[in-house]
């Protein structure tokens, strides 16, 4: 609970004052949390009202998803990094914003995906565009050319470690306007009109090229999955 | 429906988007056409092993300076107000 370091410094009850005696510790107590845990909605209501515990919770319980959702957009670690710092700090600062009219998780994402997305064009202002590449010479025909019987569980061919290492490398092989498309509608769930909000692009062209992205890592996992691989 | 059509409507089949009757369509082709079935089949499949791979557990040295800078940056938040 190292949040309740920063909550006691500012004591709004006497509560939170008699925890502020503590503060010098190097471990300050904890803040006992009266919110159940598992209820998402409970914990953002709290982290509003200013429970730090809350939103630790919050940060604990979503963190490895959004790294991974970082890494996969700017393949970069040190870019992942700073893109969840920022995403969870602007969370955290713009709460009062949050209606509650979807989860909190996918309002995070939105705000992860923002931030991703502006690392990127920091980084490689020329080539990253939300527009369909006008070089991408990868049509249907080429896309569907390798037609191959993968089994019924391919994936369980491989370790957790090293099946994760074949996902980040082709998704990563993707344009970032396909991957983007991708991670928001397939892996995170988030609904066409929404990631064509937050992408700013039409439903037609999150509709198209989620069917290109699918198709691209289609093809790109046939090679690691395919029965001939393994017989 | 034929194969170029399969293709069209792939997405929207995947993701049960499709209507009563174009699915019909779309489940006869692909009864006849062992090309379309197997497309379709491991389509699904990419997206079924994107959404179930579990993420890898954080590292603890980025999770503590994820928590340190989240500490860091509340510190400061909280003496400007």
């Not at chain 1, 670690?77 to 909190?104: C, I, P, T, W």
């Not at chain 1, 061919?157 to 490398?169: D, G, K």
């Not at chain 2, 988007?17 to 079935?37: K, P, Q, V, W, Y």
């Amino acid at each position: 609970m190292l949040y309740s370091a920063v909550q006691a410094q500012t004591p709004r009850s006497v509560f939170e004052a008699a925890i502020l005696l503590n503060l010098s510790a190097p471990n300050p107590r904890p803040l006992p949390s009266v919110v159940v845990r598992d209820d998402e909605s409970a914990l953002v209501s709290a982290a509003k009202s200013g429970d730090l515990g809350a939103f630790e919770e919050l940060v604990n319980r979503y963190e490895r998803k959004i790294f991974r959702l970082a890494m996969h957009i700017t393949q970069n670690r040190e870019d992942a990094e700073d893109v969840m710092q920022d995403a969870f700090m602007k969370s955290y600062q713009n709460l009062d914003r949050f209606q509650g009219d979807s989860r909190f998780y996918t309002w995070l994402v939105r705000i992860a995906v923002n931030e991703a997305l502006m690392k990127l064009r920091k980084r490689r202002p020329n080539q990253v565009s939300l527009d369909e590449p006008v070089t991408d010479r990868d049509n249907q025909e080429t896309l569907l050319r390798e037609i191959e019987d993968w089994g019924p569980s391919p994936e369980q061919r491989f370790a957790q470690t090293e099946l994760n290492s074949i996902l980040t490398q082709v998704i990563g092989e993707l344009e970032p306007i396909f991957r983007v498309v991708f991670l928001l509608r397939d892996v995170e769930g988030v609904s066409t009109e929404d990631t064509a909000q937050i992408l700013g692009i039409s439903i037609p062209a999150v509709k198209s090229r989620l069917l290109r992205a699918r198709l691209k890592l289609r093809q790109r996992l046939n090679k690691y999955f395919r029965r001939s691989q393994t017989q | 429906m034929n194969c170029k059509r399969v293709i069209v409507e792939l997405s929207s089949y995947l993701d049960g988007a499709l209507d009563s009757g174009a699915t019909a369509d779309l489940e006869r082709h692909l009864s006849n056409c062992s090309d379309c079935r197997l497309v379709v089949d491991t389509t699904r499949k990419t997206i079924q092993i994107f959404c179930n791979a579990e993420p890898v557990p954080l590292p603890s040295d980025v999770h503590d300076r994820l928590h340190q800078a989240l500490l860091e940056r509340l510190k400061r938040r909280i003496k400007k107000a």
